[in-house]
């Protein structure tokens, strides 16, 4: 069974250019997560897609940060302009909608680099 | 947005040194995880523990859930070089939902 395809895996950028993050999630899985990982922290869930609804977005900086899932499959994750601080892992997880086991499987993560 | 605390944040040990990670929190969660990362890798789930009280071990890694279901522990007996790694707490947030939050981790290094 494939995991879960992040791309690109690294990535820099100068402050107040923008970037994109793209996630394919495990087949026939409903829910989508993203997460924002800072060197030696614990991720902090930014947005998550049942199928391509917006469940959760409350800690997405909507000033900057915007993702979608128009199909219910593959999501965007997309910061314009990006700023130091948003130098992070991006990581993107996926659920059934009703987890097994309460299983979230996670990409590797795209590790992004803002100077 | 319920939290939560892990402790410590950092920990340096010998090889064959016993050692415990608490994770801690105010709030109530249906169910808790433990993930293991390691550097260029997406977080790894080791455990899953549902039941307040509940007691699961993986060869050398012990995981307890608090009984309120507030809180938990990962003990490692023995610790080898292969442990290291930055270990996550995450609890899962009650209803359909399924949201997942996690812990500030504990970036554990076992020294041959």
């Known amino acids: 069974e494939a995991g879960v395809a992040q791309s690109p895996r690294y990535k820099i950028i100068e402050k107040r250019q923008s970037v994109a993050f793209w996630c394919n999630p495990i087949?026939?899985?409903?829910?989508l997560y993203w997460y924002q990982q800072i060197l030696g922290q614990g991720p902090k869930l930014l947005i998550q897609?049942?199928?391509?609804?917006?469940?959760?977005d409350s800690q997405l900086p909507k000033d900057r940060f915007s993702a979608e899932r128009l199909k219910g499959v593959d999501s965007t994750l997309k910061i314009q302009p990006a700023k130091l601080e948003d130098s992070a892992v991006y990581l993107c997880?996926?659920?059934?909608?009703?987890?097994?086991?309460?299983?979230?499987?996670f990409g590797e993560g795209s590790w992004l680099t803002v100077v | 947005t319920q939290l939560l605390e892990q402790s410590p944040q950092f920990l340096s040990i010998q090889e064959g040194e016993n050692l415990t990670v608490y994770c801690n929190s105010s709030?109530?969660?249906?169910?808790l995880q433990w993930y293991r990362q390691e550097p260029g890798e997406g977080p790894v789930l080791l455990v899953t523990?549902?039941?307040?009280?509940e007691v699961k071990k993986l060869k050398r890694l012990t995981f307890q859930f608090g009984d309120a279901r507030k809180d938990s522990s990962l003990h490692i007996t023995a610790a080898q070089p292969g442990d290291t790694g930055l270990y996550l707490c995450?609890?899962?947030?009650?209803?359909?939902?399924?949201?997942?939050?996690f812990g500030s981790g504990t970036q554990l290094t076992v020294l041959p």
């Open positions: 997880a996926s659920s059934p909608s009703f987890p097994v086991g309460n299983t979230i499987y």
């Open positions: 087949s026939g899985h409903a829910t």
């Open positions: 897609f049942q199928n391509n609804g917006v469940v959760d």
């Open positions: 709030s109530v969660f249906s169910s």
């Open positions: 523990v549902v039941t307040g009280g």
């Open positions: 995450a609890g899962f947030s009650s209803g359909s939902a399924r949201q997942l939050t």
